[in-house]
């Protein structure tokens, strides 16, 4: 079985300051873990991906993240917000390789930029 | 590369009636998921089809179906429309099955049952 679980419904940050949007995940297999972002009307975007290669993952728009196994984390980082930053971002976790029952979403962080 | 195509993109329809949603996926992918997402329930999987035979199916009744054709396009059915029916259906492709490779969604069809 696995899981996941994004720390905080919504994270407001001002423009041009970092973000963080934490995800703690458990899984009984070598996860693939993943961000996704959705904007208001629009499907999901892969931001970036982890399959046990380098723990320090670059996605696009200057997102990264870092695969934690020691404490099961994968949070996202920004080190500056932008306006267009701005939408619902999923932190997924993949763990029986391959399979729809293998993608396990959380529940969503919603990011507020403010100007 | 065109992207995953979903149409309608929105539909109202009443209750007991029946609906039909379309996906196109991105060229050479074979895997077609759907999902249903609700603001209360967040992203919940209906069922994924790879090279025309259904992989998996989430925890949905049977008035919810698929199928998808040779050309990899798939199409979603629900029957006996419900008030609660009503949400984004996003459809999503990837060229195995998910898990394997990263998914790449569609804008979704947003469906209200009036």
């Known amino acids: 079985a696995q899981s996941v679980t994004q720390l905080d419904s919504h994270v407001s940050v001002s423009e041009g300051t970092p973000v963080l949007l934490r995800c703690n995940y458990s899984?009984?297999?070598?996860?693939?873990l993943f961000w996704y972002v959705q904007h208001p009307n629009k499907g999901l975007q892969l931001l970036l991906k982890y399959t046990s290669a380098a723990t320090l993952v670059k996605g696009i728009n200057g997102f990264e993240a870092e695969f934690k196994k020691s404490e099961t984390s994968f949070h996202l980082t920004k080190p500056s917000a932008h306006m267009s930053d701005a939408a619902e971002y999923f932190c997924v976790v993949s763990g029986t390789g391959g399979g729809a029952d293998g993608l396990t979403f959380g529940k969503g962080t919603h990011l507020i930029i403010q100007p | 590369k065109a992207g995953v195509t979903q149409t309608p993109r929105y539909l109202i329809k009443t209750r007991g009636q029946q609906v039909t949603l379309s996906c196109s996926p991105i060229s050479g992918h074979r895997s077609v998921s759907w999902y249903q997402q609700t603001p209360g329930q967040g992203l919940q999987f209906l069922f994924e089809y790879f090279s025309e035979t259904q992989r998996n199916k989430g925890n949905f009744p049977g008035r919810f179906s698929g199928r998808q054709f040779s050309n990899s396009r798939s199409e979603m059915n629900v029957s006996t429309l419900e008030l609660g029916d009503s949400a984004l259906y996003l459809c999503?492709?990837?060229?195995?099955?998910?898990?394997?490779?990263?998914?790449?969604f569609g804008n979704g069809t947003r469906l209200t049952v009036t």
């Open positions: 899984s009984s297999y070598s996860p693939s």
């Open positions: 999503a492709s990837s060229r195995t099955t998910q898990g394997n490779s990263p998914l790449h």
